[in-house]
């Protein structure tokens, strides 16, 4: 008799899909929604990440190239005339604007006072959209395991209102619900772990670009 009911709770563990479409389908509502929470936000912060690497790899080199031309040039004004209506690269808007406040100001000492401020009021300007979207990928570094674990309490809650109403403490009444509870809880992690190195390598990125612009501002002051 024994092993006729062990026979049959092996069959019933064998015959659970474990799949992680599966998974999600049997999940209730809210373990649905952290797991379709947690999809979106890793989605989302690789979409920033794949991004941010696009803009660091351009503005470096176009900040090289812009370095390059610059003290090729002969005067200051002679390649601020030069340069085209429209320019994306960072120090280049730098420039460009700080030469237009030297070109309106009629003073050199007040071009002294002005400048310095003005210059750096650009720099953050800059890094201010360079620095777009780090506060979500904070966000989703330091939230998304609570969130996961969230899932995973509300699954592991679940499992245990099945054994009650059961009666039955065998593995295939426990395994579903746990499955679905570390399921959020990988997912959770699999989500903030990439956020927090990415927001970690741009921040300190940032730094160093930010650095580049006020080394350049710093050598534009000298000859203006």
Known sequence: MEADISSQVVGLASNTDFSIISLFLRADIIVKSVIIILI????????????????????????????????????????????PASIDDPMAQ????????????????????????????NIEKQMSTIDKNYTFLATV???APFIGLFGTVWGI???????????????????????????????GLLAAIPAVVAYNKFSSDSKKYSQKLENFSKRFLTIV
């Open 157 to 187: 809650m679940n499992s245990f209102q099945s054994i009650a109403i059961s009666r039955n403490t065998s593995l295939a009444i426990v395994a579903p619900g746990i499955a679905e509870a570390l399921f959020a809880t990988a997912l």
């Open 94 to 121: 730098l420039f460009k604007t700080s030469m237009q406040t030297v070109i309106k100001s009629r003073s050199r000492s007040s071009l002294s006072e002005k400048l310095p401020g003005i210059l750096e009021i």
């Open 40 to 83: 979106v936000s890793s989605v989302y912060s690789w979409a920033i990440i794949f991004d941010k690497i696009r803009v660091f790899r351009k503005i470096n080199k176009s900040a090289d190239e812009f370095e390059d031309k610059f003290w090729k040039s002969k005067s200051a004004e002679t390649f601020y005339n030069n340069l």
């Open 141 to 143: 570094g330091s939230t």
